[in-house]
């Protein structure tokens, strides 16, 4: 067992909390640990100078002034923070709902725009005329139909 272990079973062993084995394994490193066998009686000692005093009596109406002060803070808290939460919740959830509002406008003309200039270009009245010995001349006999050789 090591000393940082056994140092954090001094008052467990005292109380007799410790297992049967924590027992043996804790009397077996204070047998042989010169440093964890004086923290021990150091600690028994502090202890039984506890266990000599006389319970101390709290003064008359000190539990009802304690009780009486947390009741206060507990209400103070309770009624700041929660109006507070719920206006900040409210601020956020509004500012999501403009940004979602003027993103969505933005977006949708840009989109309609970009339709519009697909549109466009991809329209035949945008095409100049072709040469008909080119090949683009070409391809329009061959699509109109009506001039066949």
Known sequence: MRCSKARKLFSPYIDKMLTKYETEMFEAHIGNCTQCRSGLEQTLAVHAAFGSLEPLRAPNGFTTRVMAGLEEKRAERLTLFPVLGR???????????????????FLGTAFNRQQTTIASSLSLDTFAAVQPDSVGGAYMTMMDGTNEK
């Open 87 to 105: 206006l900040i919740e409210a601020a956020v959830v509004l500012v999501v709902i403009i940004i979602g509002t003027r993103a969505g406008s």
